[in-house]
């Protein structure tokens, strides 16, 4: 892994860049990673409140855990990082993808216009029971099972999030834009979690000639061996003033 100390990424005018950001590009905002020491999971199992089987077993939990989120989301403001990646959008156009793994709105508050949140979004819900009713915008928060609105077939609204042994979104689309991308930065993720774990090696055997790839983050990901650059720091300071155009 060549560890960089460089402070340009250089984007020349055929390249196409893919970023997929996680947790660690919100943390800036006081908004809690998961892995991380005091983190959202620190302490707690995943299985409680991010799988199908919690959402059967504890719904009421399931709700509370994310009407928090919720609170903690709109209480926070898009930082630097977030504002460096609406920039770059604005340069680039339609040669910029972004994909997030985030559920929170940072990058939407951040002037960010196009966005991919392949594990979903904290200020949606949709049916338990996918009948067919559209997905709705819901900012409310929901303490107990009594408060959580039921959808038009009678079943209850559900969290518009991808929990772990759910399918994510966009899955195609996604796929056909880290095929065509000549670079892909990711921004602020552990590595834990997949596909999107699997991206920067998709990109690097993508036919044609491999993606560049670019971690930034203050410490080195599980998957660190993928990458060709790894820049070590926060991502709200290292992104801002990081892209040279060629
Ligand atoms: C900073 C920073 C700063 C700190 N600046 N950085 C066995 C092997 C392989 C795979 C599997 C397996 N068993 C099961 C699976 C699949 C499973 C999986 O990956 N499990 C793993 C635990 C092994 N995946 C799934 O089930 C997924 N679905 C799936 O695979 O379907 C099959 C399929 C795929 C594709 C096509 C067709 C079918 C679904 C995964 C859903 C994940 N959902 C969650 C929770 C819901 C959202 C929510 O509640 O918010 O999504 S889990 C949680 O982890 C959340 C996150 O989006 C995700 C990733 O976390 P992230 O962002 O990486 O956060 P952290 O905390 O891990 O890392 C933070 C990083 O920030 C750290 O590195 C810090 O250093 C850094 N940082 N400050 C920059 N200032
Ligand atoms: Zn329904």
Redesign the pocket.
């Known amino acids: 892994m060549p560890a960089s100390s460089q402070n340009k990424i250089r984007i020349g005018s055929h390249d196409r860049v893919f970023v997929l950001t996680?947790?660690?590009?919100s943390?800036?905002s006081g908004l809690k990673?998961?892995?991380?020491d005091g983190?959202?999971?620190a302490g707690h199992r995943?299985e409680t409140?991010?799988t199908p089987e919690a959402w059967e077993h504890d719904p009421e939990l399931v709700w509370q855990f994310?009407s928090q989120?919720r609170r903690d989301a709109t209480a926070s403001e898009p930082n630097a990082?977030h504002r460096a990646l609406a920039q770059l959008e604005k340069q680039l156009g339609e040669r910029f993808f972004l994909c997030t793994?985030?559920?929170d709105d940072l990058h939407e508050r951040g002037g960010s216009a196009n966005i991919v949140h392949m594990?979903?979004e904290?200020f949606k819900s949709r049916c338990e029971d996918d009948c067919g009713s559209p997905i709705l915008a819901d900012e409310g928060n929901y303490e107990s099972l009594d408060e959580v609105p039921r959808c038009k077939c009678g079943s209850r609204i559900r969290p518009h999030?991808?929990?772990?042994?759910?399918?994510?979104l966009e899955?195609p689309r996604i796929e056909k834009e880290i095929e065509r991308c000549t670079m892909l930065l990711v921004?602020?993720?552990?590595?834990?979690?997949?596909?999107?774990?699997s991206f920067v090696h998709w990109a690097r055997r993508r036919a044609g000639s491999p993606a560049q790839t670019f971690y930034?983050?203050?410490?080195a990901?599980l998957n660190v061996n993928a990458f060709t650059e790894v820049i070590l720091g926060?991502?709200?300071e290292r992104l801002p003033g990081l892209f040279e155009m060629e």
């Open positions: 996680g947790a660690g590009i943390a800036e990673t998961f892995r991380d983190g959202l999971w995943v409140v991010a994310y989120r990082a793994q985030n559920v594990h979903g904290l999030i991808v929990w772990f042994g759910e399918i994510p899955m921004v602020g993720t552990s590595g834990a979690v997949y596909p999107a774990a930034i983050g203050p410490e990901p926060k991502a709200g």
